[in-house]
C-alpha cells in the first residue's frame, strides 16, 4: 500500500500549494499513481492552479468527501491526459464558493469527528482498494480542524516553513503540540531559503542545516532558494512542466526523491 | 553470559501464569462493569433517577481537538481504535500500543466511562467503538 503525505505549514504563505502541485505532477511523471487533494477548506487554492475555470463546472469536490456527500470516485478528476504522466494523477479540488467555505468552517465537533473518520476511511480507499502509489493533502495551516484531521488521517507530514521566525516558531509548536502528542512523522521543508540568484557558499548553508536540524529536532529533507520568477510565475500552469530546466524544478525534482525514500511507493 | 538457569524458568512460567491471572481478573471486571452499565440502563429505562451521572462537559464526539485534550496514554488507546474499522478488542488496541492487555483494558473502560468510546460483546469478544453523534 502506498501512503499519505500531507504538506503542512504553520502559516499561510510558505509555498505549500505550489510545492504540492508540482510534486504530485513529477511523481505522477514519473510513473507513480497519485492522488492530490485541496483540504484547505478555508482557502482553497488547487482549483485555480489546476485551472478548474468556471468552478461551477465542477461536481463535486473534497468537501463532500468530509461531509459524506459522495464517495472518492466521484470527486477526484482525471487529469493523467492533460499533463501526459506515466503514471494517473488525479485531483480533488476544495470548493472556493464562499457558502462552501462557510459551511466548513461552521461544522460542528460531531461533524468533524465524522470528516476524521470518512478521512480515515478514505486512506484505505485511495492506497488499498483505488492502489495509489502516493496520496498528497494539501492542508491548511497552523492547528485548526481541517489541518489537524488531514494530519492525523497521514503517514507522513511534509512541514514547509521559511526562515521567517513566525513560521520558524509557529512549526516548533506545532512539531510538540500536535505532531508528537500524535505520535506523527513528519521532515522538514526549508522553503525561500537565500536568494537562488546569489546562492549561500557550501559552509554556510551546511551551518544553516545543522542549526535548523536542532531547532525542529526532524529531519531536514531539503532547502530551496528563494526564486523571484517563480513567486511571479502564472499559478495557474505547473510551474515544473513550463520550467523543466528551471533550479526550482530541479530542487523539487530532488525533494520528490528524498520524500520517496522516506514514504516509498508500495 | 551466563545461561537461563532453571530457576530462570521458573520465574518465567511463574510470570506467564501472573500475566493469566490478570487477564482473568480483567475479563471479569469487564463484564462487571458492562453489568453495572446494563443495571444502569435498567433504571434510567423504569424511570429511577441514575445513581451517577456523567460530567456532560466528558461526554460527546471524539473530534481531533477532544483527541488533543486527552491525556497522552489515553490518546495513544483512542487513536488506535479511531482507526480501527470496525472496532477493535482489548487485545487488538494493546497490541499496537504495546501495553499489557489489562492496563489497556483499564484505558478502554476509562474512555467508556468518559463517553468517548462504547463497548459491544460479540460473543466471547468485547469491542470498543467511537460512540457516534455524542451530546458535544
Known sequence: MGGVISVHSSRGGTGKSLISANLAVILARRGRDVSLLDLDFRAPSLSTIFRAGDYRLVEHWTNDLLTGRCPVERVMIDLTERYGTKGRLLVGLANPSLDAIREMMAMSREQEMEALRRLLALRRTLTGGMEMDHVIYDTSPGIQYPSINAVVSSDISLVVTTLDALDVEGVRHMLTELYDAFGKKSVILVNKVFPGDHPWPDKKREELLQQLGATFNRPILAMIPCYCDVLQADRTTIFALENPDHPFTGALREVAERLERVSPPP | ?136
Open chain 2, 1 to 136: 553470559m551466563a545461561a537461563e538457569g532453571p530457576e530462570g524458568g521458573q520465574t518465567s512460567t511463574a510470570m506467564e501464569r501472573v500475566r493469566e491471572a490478570l487477564d482473568r481478573i480483567s475479563s471479569k471486571i469487564d463484564r462487571l462493569m458492562e453489568m453495572d452499565e446494563r443495571i444502569l440502563q435498567l433504571l434510567a429505562e423504569s424511570g429511577a433517577p441514575r445513581r451517577v451521572e456523567k460530567p456532560p462537559e466528558f461526554r460527546g464526539a471524539l473530534d481531533v481537538m477532544t483527541l488533543l485534550a486527552l491525556p497522552d496514554h489515553l490518546r495513544k488507546s483512542a487513536m488506535v481504535v479511531c482507526e480501527a474499522n470496525g472496532g477493535a478488542t482489548a487485545d487488538e488496541v494493546a497490541e499496537r500500543t504495546g501495553r499489557a492487555r489489562a492496563v489497556e483494558s483499564g484505558y478502554l473502560n476509562q474512555l467508556v466511562a468518559m463517553g468517548h468510546l462504547e463497548k459491544r460483546r460479540k460473543g466471547r469478544r468485547v469491542y470498543f467503538f467511537v460512540v457516534e453523534g455524542g451530546s458535544g
